[in-house]
């Protein structure tokens, strides 16, 4: 699975965008799909994921009410709307995907393959 990220920039706080992580090379009927982030100088950071397949979603706490995960399963791609951006929210935006359980969503090491990233920076 090839995973390819897109749609950071740079916007003020309390602006908004919309990342999408385009899948290709095989199904991913069997998958989690998640967003991470990584700040300079910091670990990589959970932020959300979802089941391929539908039905249970999961948040970092730092971004609940903030960002929202979908996905087209028609563009096989995902998408995380952020509104309400902070500074904090700055970081490089990477989407994986996981045959992990729910439990482990959060750990990226559960995480198979990974996109190239995309940067979010947020002006105070």
């Known amino acids: 699975v090839q995973l390819q990220a897109s749609g950071g920039g740079l916007v003020q706080a309390g602006g908004s965008l919309r990342l999408s992580c385009a899948a290709s090379?095989?199904?991913?009927?069997?998958?989690?799909l998640g967003w991470f982030r990584q700040a300079p100088g910091k670990e990589r950071e959970f932020v959300t994921a979802m089941r391929w397949s539908g039905g249970n979603s999961r948040y970092a706490d730092s971004v609940k009410g903030r960002f929202t995960i979908s996905r087209d399963r028609a563009k096989n791609t995902i998408y995380l709307q952020m509104n309400s951006l902070k500074p904090e929210d700055t970081a490089v935006y990477y989407c994986?995907?996981?045959?992990?359980?729910?439990?482990?969503?959060?750990?990226?090491?559960?995480?198979?393959?990974w996109g190239q990233g995309t940067q979010v920076t947020v002006s105070s």
């Open positions: 994986g995907v996981t045959t992990g359980i729910f439990s482990s969503w959060a750990s990226p090491t559960q995480y198979h393959y």
């Open positions: 090379g095989g199904t991913l009927s069997n998958y989690a």
